[in-house]
């Protein structure tokens, strides 16, 4: 059974737009939430991420949105430019690092940016 | 070099073949990690080494044989695989497992087929 879900398979927003991704998690031990891209032939990068203390992280262009008691976060990016066309990958652990559980991760949603 | 580097970026094989992979950190952290991502599946975690010493397997099949002889480099010696193993093998590291840093720096990954 997943423990993080990512629905959208796939996301198209224009040029300019805010992009919104999407991740829902059931753990309810899950404490810290990472946002990871991933560009083909790469290895996944990070991002961005939250810890279960806020409800909101921002970092340039990028916010991440968390509310625990629905276990949901969210991706913003505003605004959304070409180079942002990517895999992106949610991920959540009890602790940082993952500890000997590692994170798990979303199925990923793929945004791609029109112009 | 920087980052993390892993090697070969793709791998065929056969079910009888034997190979490795290799991975190696220039990032000075103290844990390093092999995860697996099938088509249309999340990434899944396989194996932590943390300090050079093997921490949770996760119930991987026997056919893959993690090796860590020292903090930089992490192996994962392939044998009699299925067609099913064909995947993207993803090794990463990070500073902390157990706390402080919850990134994960992955490298390229191995694309790998099973013949």
């Known amino acids: 059974d997943q423990q993080v879900k990512q629905n959208s398979p796939s996301l198209s927003v224009q040029e300019g737009r805010i992009s919104i991704l999407n991740c829902d998690y059931t753990?309810?031990?899950?404490?810290?939430f990472l946002w990871y891209k991933k560009y083909p032939a790469e290895g996944p990068t990070f991002l961005i991420s939250?810890?279960?203390?806020?409800d909101k992280n921002e970092d340039g262009r990028f916010t991440v949105f968390l509310n625990k008691s629905a276990k949901h976060l969210s991706l913003h990016i505003v605004p959304s430019q070409p180079g942002d066309s990517a895999v992106y990958f949610c991920?959540?652990?009890?602790?940082?690092?993952?500890?000997?559980?590692?994170?798990?991760f979303g199925k990923g949603t793929h945004l791609i940016i029109q112009p | 070099e920087t980052g993390v580097t892993q090697t070969p970026r793709h791998l065929v094989m056969g079910m009888t073949n034997k190979k490795s992979l290799k991975c190696e950190q220039h990032?000075?952290?103290?844990?390093m990690y092999w995860y697996k991502q099938s088509a249309k599946k999340p990434l899944e975690l396989m194996f932590v080494?943390?300090?050079?010493?093997?921490?949770e397997n996760n119930s991987v099949p026997s056919r893959f044989s993690p090796e860590c002889p020292n903090s930089s480099h992490l192996f994962l010696h392939l044998h009699t695989l299925q067609p099913e193993d064909s995947a993207l093998y993803l090794c990463?590291?990070?500073?902390?497992?157990?706390?402080?840093?919850?990134?994960?720096?992955f490298g390229s990954g191995t694309q790998l087929s099973v013949l």
């Open positions: 990463a590291s990070s500073q902390d497992p157990t706390g402080g840093n919850e990134k994960l720096f």
């Open positions: 753990n309810s031990m899950f404490d810290y």
């Open positions: 939250i810890s279960s203390i806020k």
């Open positions: 991920a959540a652990s009890a602790i940082p690092g993952g500890g000997a559980d590692g994170l798990t």
């Open positions: 990032l000075g952290h103290n844990a």
């Open positions: 080494y943390s300090l050079e010493e093997r921490v």
